[in-house]
């Protein structure tokens, strides 16, 4: 074991909570987890090495073997299986003469079936040394070792002191906001005339956002346009990529989809010009009227039957910048709570709404015991569930804003946000939008002056545990084994530690604060038009991330929202992802979601299964990923 190893683990609190992340950043380390290195870990954080080891092996991320200088993981996902990903996989195993699990003689590479990489909406998706690579083609299989790099390091730590720490001055807390935010303007109104987002989530990474980039950066550089270009988030629209937003002061916001590096010159040439015609271009204008040929957004098929609430940032903010979410309204719903609403004025505009949580939060509240906790469970492993990620890689204020006003309803002081091990981007982008607010007093001690305080940590999750279950996910934070408690148990009454503990997802937090906005604003229409997040994926024309009212249809959702079918194939029925799991057949297409007992809370996938797949193979690959 070298000292790189003795490095990550000083990094680590040496306490048995920390037993789970602790084998990950070592398992990055070495690429395995070697006897040695679970025996320094088990000594780091005070647990026997057999109990370590035992624990290790009840989670299928953890690796005890060492594999090839190159890992190659192929999704077995039901969306990438209906893809073709199963093909890939069979292919790579006749070219490497090996079988699926193994390492080829000379120990150059080894070849996995994966677990589903939740980036459903690009399906097939390999993922090679690390890094994930959407709609694989045959051709690309064969071109593999293109792919092949060196393993990319975490960037999950970040600490509040090494930003710029400001005092908000204020004697309230919308004051000491609109402080926050004033500065927020001025530092925007001294930014570059052009502003470039690079559609850089996940889903961008996988399909060469990176390159994009840097394209953008030297091309703008060498015309001397005072410009900036970022690395932004999707809207949504996954299979529109490599897609770019432009911003620029006096024009709409501009969304151009399907966009390459060749496009690049054209694109700057026709922004810069006499204002021609952006129509050799694809893509809309964020505005009612359209802008210089691009139609606006609402009459594009994938954006008009949705309804943005929750995702109405996604795709226009830089992800990194608390300016940007402090100028589009971010913690606005905060502060408004911290001045004029109790926790129970909160609960009761929570339930009113019809949303989940509340009876859990406060359940929690009214509980004796002391701490409380707070837990956002962001796994989100299972196949065709792919919407939390992208809220957290889109909008992380927002989430934390959320989860803020949730913990204050539920009288909790601390919270721990746990994100699935795989899910790098989100993490690394909540840490920074967590440090950032910590920076400036949105977490800690008397939030915005407020006697509210609230400690958020962020924890890296193991893949492994019964998906969506917060009986085994608990014992995961805690250090434990990956099973299921098998006493019943109420976490708001009794959860981690044996503290009352609330635990809810992404989307639930992401949607608080629209909510609680408009119920501030006394808009009781929009508290009644509550929307829902849907992973649309497998085999249509438009897969993505959708935001509609629950009075839209199946049919609705997948042939207008999603395009339909790829090649025009027929539709055998839908896999409904989430915590109910089951296929509709074509005679709920027109029922509305909320009307379907298989959409209700914890539903979040829809994965349309066309005429002439297997159900038995179906089956099977769900059983091989849940």
């Keep these: 074991m070298d000292d790189s190893v003795r490095l990550r683990l000083a990094g680590f609190p040496r306490e048995r909570t920390w037993l789970l992340p602790a084998l990950l950043a070592v398992q990055e380390t070495e690429g395995w987890l070697s006897s040695e290195a679970l025996t320094a870990v088990a000594e780091h954080v005070r647990v026997s090495p057999s109990e370590a080891c035992a624990i290790a092996t009840d989670y299928s991320t953890f690796r005890r073997v060492k594999p090839g200088s190159h890992l190659v993981r192929v999704c077995a996902g039901l969306s990438c299986r209906l893809a073709g990903a199963a093909d890939h996989l069979r292919a790579l195993e006749d070219r490497l003469g090996i079988a699926r699990g193994h390492t080829t003689p000379d120990g150059r590479l080894t070849l996995e079936e994966a677990e589903c990489l939740s980036m459903c909406s690009l399906a097939p998706v390999l993922e090679v040394d690390g890094a994930s690579h959407g709609r694989v083609t045959s051709a690309a299989v064969e071109r593999l070792p293109m792919w092949f790099r060196t393993r990319r390091p975490w960037q999950g730590d970040v600490e509040a002191s090494e930003l710029p720490q400001i005092r908000a001055l204020g004697r309230t807390a919308q004051e000491r906001l609109a402080y926050l935010r004033s500065h927020a303007e001025a530092r925007i109104r001294q930014r570059p005339e052009f502003r470039f987002l690079v559609q850089g989530g996940s889903c961008g990474e996988a399909l060469g956002a990176g390159e994009m980039l840097k394209a953008l950066r030297l ?202 091990g795989a899910a790098r981007l989100p993490l690394e982008r909540m840490a920074r939008a967590c440090a950032k607010a910590r920076a400036v007093g949105l977490i800690g001690d008397r939030i915005l002056g407020s006697a509210f305080s609230f400690h958020v940590e962020i924890r890296r999750g193991v893949r492994g545990f019964v998906r969506g279950e917060e009986r085994a996910l608990l014992p995961s934070i805690e250090g434990q084994r990956a099973s299921p408690r098998t006493r019943p148990l109420r976490p708001h009454e009794s959860g981690l530690w044996g503290k009352p503990t609330v635990v809810s997802n992404v989307e639930t937090l992401a949607a608080v604060p629209p909510l609680i906005a408009a119920g501030c604003g006394g808009h009781a229409r929009e508290r009644q038009s509550a929307t829902r997040l849907f992973g649309v994926s497998g085999p249509v024309n438009c897969p993505g991330i959708v935001e509609v009212p629950s009075g839209v249809t199946l049919r609705e959702l997948v042939f207008d929202v999603a395009a339909g079918l790829r090649d025009r194939r027929s539709l055998k029925g839908v896999r409904v992802a989430g915590s109910s799991g089951v296929v509709l057949g074509p005679d709920s297409l027109d029922v509305s979601l909320g009307s379907l007992d298989a959409f209700s809370a914890g539903v979040g996938g829809v994965i349309p299964i066309p005429e002439g797949d297997s159900a038995v193979e179906i089956e099977g690959a769900l059983r091989a990923t849940v």
């Design 219 to 420: 091309l703008a550089a060498m015309r001397g346009l005072d410009a900036e270009v970022l690395d932004g988030a999707c809207h949504g629209m996954c299979s529109a990529g490599i897609v770019v937003e432009v911003q620029r002061g006096g024009w709409p916001r501009l969304t151009f989809t399907h966009l390459t590096k060749d496009t690049v010159p054209d694109l700057l040439s026709a922004l810069v010009g006499s204002a021609p015609p952006l129509t050799r271009f694809t893509g809309v204008a964020w505005n009612d009227e359209g802008w210089r040929g691009l139609p606006p957004a609402s009459r594009h098929p994938f954006f008009a039957g949705q309804r943005r609430l929750i995702m109405e940032r996604c795709g226009h903010l830089h992800p990194d910048s608390l300016d940007d979410a402090l100028v589009g309204g971010g913690y606005s719903a905060l502060a408004n709570v911290l001045d004029r609403q109790t926790p129970e004025d909160v609960l009761e505009e929570v339930k009113a709404s019809g949303r989940a949580g509340a009876a859990e939060w406060e359940v929690c509240r009214n509980a004796s015991d002391a701490p409380r906790y707070f837990v956002v469970n962001g796994e989100e492993g299972a196949p065709g569930l792919f919407a939390d990620r992208h809220l957290m890689e889109g909008d992380p204020h927002r989430v934390l804003e959320g989860l803020l006003i949730a913990a204050y309803a539920a009288g909790t002081n601390r919270g721990i946000i746990h994100i699935n």
